[in-house]
């Protein structure tokens, strides 16, 4: 099983947003730790459910799959941070996602769209 086919597992487990469902993950060691976007307006109707990807995310009220997964390796206290990152469910991680990758030392992400 890929790393991909890992986080399409975890998409359609824990992915709670309408617009788009994605799940990103890495390794630590042997383990793949992964993290899928969560919406908070989840029993509502998405006010961006009929907008463009990447416009007008300030109606979002959701946490990215990528910062989800930051926040939980932040939790970790890591020895080692991992090079690799792998995006299911989307072509691109947003500007704000990139960069806070990059900044947490992550070199490389590897992405395959649904």
Known sequence: MTEF??????????????????????????????????????GQICPRLSLPSGCQSELCASTHAEIGLLNKLKAMKLDIIPAIVWIYGHYYACQACAKALADFGIRELRIKQL
């Open 5 to 42: 086919d890992h986080l399409r597992i975890m998409v359609s487990r824990q992915s709670t947003c309408d617009k788009r469902s994605v799940a990103a993950g890495c390794y630590v060691g042997e383990r793949f730790i992964t993290s899928a976007n969560h919406c908070e307006h989840t």
